[in-house]
């Protein structure tokens, strides 16, 4: 069987997430892909009236051939979003979780 494409896998799920924000909110949305160093964001930065808008609701990296998932603030959540894309467990780190607690997640823990 032929190894996916983890790239293009992280990038579709992020451009999935930016196109889902209301036409009010697009220009708050950027999407960053650093393919050299293998990190994916999605972040949102503007301004709503008088109150500064920057979040990070996604960043994903890449290392050592697994998908290190660092922050989601999705409702699905992106571990489930890439294991139906056909990731399996073990190329998943919860990154956002503590070291000694993804021994019990059932996904890699590094």
């Not at 139906?84 to 000694?100: N, Q, S, W």
Request: glycine residues 8%; contains cysteine; charged residues 30%.
């Amino acid at each position: 069987m032929d190894r996916l494409d983890y790239r293009e896998i992280i990038e579709k799920i992020i451009q999935q997430h930016a196109r889902e924000q209301s036409e009010k909110d697009l220009d708050k949305v950027q999407v960053v892909f650093d393919t050299g160093r293998d990190r994916y964001l999605l972040l949102y930065v503007g301004w709503q009236d008088e109150e500064r808008i920057h979040g990070c609701p996604i960043h994903i990296d890449i290392k050592d051939g697994k998908i290190w998932i660092q922050q989601d603030f999705t409702e699905e959540g992106l571990a489930n979003q890439l294991l139906e894309l056909g990731v399996p467990k073990t190329d998943i780190v919860l990154g956002f979780r503590a070291p000694y607690v993804r021994q019990f997640t059932g996904f890699s823990v590094a």
